[in-house]
T-cell receptor, first 114, second 116 residues
Framework: GNSVTQMEGPVTLSEEAFLTINCTYT??????LFWYVQYPGEGLQLLLK?????DKGSNKGFEATYRKETTSFHLEKGSVQVSDSAVYFC?????????????FGKGTRLHILP | DAGVIQSPRHEVTEMGQEVTLRCKPI?????LFWYRQTMMRGLELLIY????????DSGMPEDRFSAKMPNASFSTLKIQPSEPRDSAVYFC??????????????FGPGTRLTVL
């Protein structure tokens, strides 16, 4: 079945550091891939998405490229800020296989130190 | 659009009491999802609806939990009787279910439930 694996946290970085959060997936079809972010005390919100291989999703300085050959969708940001402290979820949705749900990873907590 | 609306935002109750959580999805969205989030178990899908019909309730922990969607703009999640282990944040999410944004889900702010 479909699944998502992301690196365990917490990840602690200093402000302006480079960020990578790894995410790999297993899917039988051609899924769409997502990164969601959850700020303290809030619900999850979509950060970026990619719907087919080689697509790059980007938003708020974050980027992730859909790599079919390595089944990966790693999240990157060149210079993090304290306000980026949150929990990040990698997720997969596979509508072509008839799955209405999104499969979420376990989440990676990110702490940015000033 | 106001986004997904959940009420109440916080609920504190005593063991054995009935708890009802409410959700208003985004207008025009065909799918509604109920999740539970705890530190121990992370984010769990409890049940989801398509056009007001329950499609998959395999995540509902036990018979004490029930969910309904009487119309396209309202859903409830009920716990009766509640137990301390039900303490969690409960999220409602909705998705369009059509086009390029088929799977994209929009989450509400959550209801933090504490059962004493």
């Amino acid at each position: 079945g479909n699944s998502v694996t992301q690196m365990e946290g917490p990840v602690t970085l200093s402000e302006e550091a480079f960020l990578t959060i790894n995410c790999t997936y297993t899917a039988t079809g051609y899924p769409s891939l997502f990164w969601y972010v959850q700020y303290p005390g809030e619900g999850l919100q979509l950060l970026l998405k990619a719907t087919k291989a080689d697509d790059k999703g980007s938003n708020k300085g974050f980027e992730a490229t859909y790599r079919k050959e390595t089944t990966s969708f790693h999240l990157e940001k060149g210079s993090v800020q304290v306000s980026d402290s949150a929990v990040y979820f990698c997720a997969l949705g596979d509508r072509r296989s008839g799955d209405d749900k999104i499969i979420f990873g376990k989440g990676t907590r990110l702490h940015i130190l000033p | 659009d106001a986004g997904v609306i959940q009420s109440p935002r916080h609920e504190v109750t005593e063991m054995g009491q009935e708890v009802t959580l409410r959700c208003k999805p985004i207008s025009g969205h065909d799918y509604l999802f109920w999740y539970r989030q705890t530190m121990m178990r992370g984010l769990e899908l409890l049940i989801y609806f398509n056009n007001n019909v329950p499609i998959d309730d395999s995540g509902m922990p036990e018979d004490r939990f029930s969910a309904k969607m009487p119309n396209a703009s309202f859903s409830t999640l009920k716990i009766q009787p509640s137990e301390p282990r039900d303490s969690a944040v409960y999220f409602c999410a909705s998705s369009l279910g059509r086009g390029d944004n088929y799977n994209e889900q929009f989450f509400g702010p959550g209801t933090r439930l504490t059962v004493l």
